[in-house]
């Protein structure tokens, strides 16, 4: 559900465990050209005419502070000034103060699939997404990493039987 889901994550995540969740800032800095990849500065400014991003490193959490996704966020700045201003307070997820902004980006998924989730290294699902503006220029790169304990890795077969 949360790989297939094209909207909102937190909103998601939040209704599926029943509670409200939080956002903890780990890192959120501006960056060089040179510390990003170039994969994603080749989609996030694929003229090169810019030099400067932003990153933000963040954890969706519980209200008992057990997280439930470790996020990374990379932005070109001043793509959108709104933008910039909204992805670096750090009191809401990104998700929800672009939608309490009233601001409409459209997500374009990447990539889903498995990688490892930090810091105990068990398989744990991914997605990668883009933000697109309403030109559908991409405005911003996301990668989700989320908690196996929370949302499984495993992938489950659902069997039926029939009486003869």
């Not at 959120?28 to 994603?40: N, Q, S």
């Not at 105990?120 to 990668?143: E, N, S």
């Amino acid at each position: 559900m949360v790989l297939a889901n094209d909207g909102g994550t937190t909103t998601l995540l939040a209704a599926v465990l029943d509670t409200p969740l939080g956002v903890v800032v780990h890192r959120l800095e501006d960056v060089g050209v040179t510390e990003v990849a170039k994969e994603i500065r080749d989609v996030l400014d694929p003229q090169s005419r810019h030099a400067h991003f932003a990153l933000r490193q963040a954890s969706l959490a519980t209200p008992t502070g057990q997280p439930v996704s470790h996020n990374l966020v990379i932005w070109r700045l001043g793509a959108d000034p709104r933008l910039d201003t909204l992805a670096r307070d750090e009191t809401k997820p990104i998700g929800l103060a672009i939608a309490d902004a009233g601001l409409i980006l459209r997500r374009h998924a990447i990539l889903t699939g498995l990688d490892t989730w930090q810091p105990d290294g068990r398989p744990c699902v991914v997605k990668t997404y883009l933000l697109a503006d309403p030109a559908a220029q991409p405005v911003m790169w996301i990668r989700e990493h989320y908690n196996p304990a929370i949302i499984p890795s495993t992938i489950q077969e659902r069997c039926s039987t029939t009486a003869a």
